[in-house]
């Protein structure tokens, strides 16, 4: 069974720093790409970074890159959204998502998943607030 439980959203000052996790299980981690979106109010829902089941291979959107860094701990079934230099604009729910089922992502795999997703399981999301 896919399962993703996020957590770690919070409210933070502008230039502040928060770390996102996203608890999931071998299965899934084994079998799906394993994404982060986001969606603030009145905006449409952005992909933020994705990453491979397989050759670790990870696609940044282009407003989060250089601050943003997404990471893995595969001993405690983990995905990570490391945010660095947090600015109002960053504030929305974050999402952690899973798709596939695919044998080998690679670069062009999850650039797709978070440009045009096919999502087959999200999270329910944990909400950033960026303000003073």
């Known amino acids: 069974q896919v399962q993703l439980v996020e957590s770690g959203g919070s409210l933070v000052q502008p230039g502040g720093s928060l770390r996102l996790s996203c608890a999931t299980n071998?299965?899934?981690?084994?079998?799906?790409?394993i994404g982060w979106f986001r969606q603030a109010p009145g905006k449409e829902r952005e992909g933020v970074s994705c990453?491979?089941?397989?050759?670790?291979?990870?696609y940044y959107a282009d407003f989060v890159q250089g601050r943003f860094t997404m990471s893995r701990d595969d001993a405690k079934n983990t995905v990570f959204l490391e945010m660095n230099g947090l600015n109002p604009v960053d504030s929305a729910t974050y999402y952690c998502a899973a798709q596939g089922p695919f044998y080998r992502a690679n670069e062009r795999t999850v650039r797709r998943m978070c440009l045009e997703p096919e999502i087959s399981t999200w999270g329910r999301g944990t909400q950033v607030t960026v303000s003073s």
């Open positions: 990453m491979s089941n397989s050759d670790g291979s990870i």
């Open positions: 071998r299965f899934t981690l084994e079998t799906y790409a």
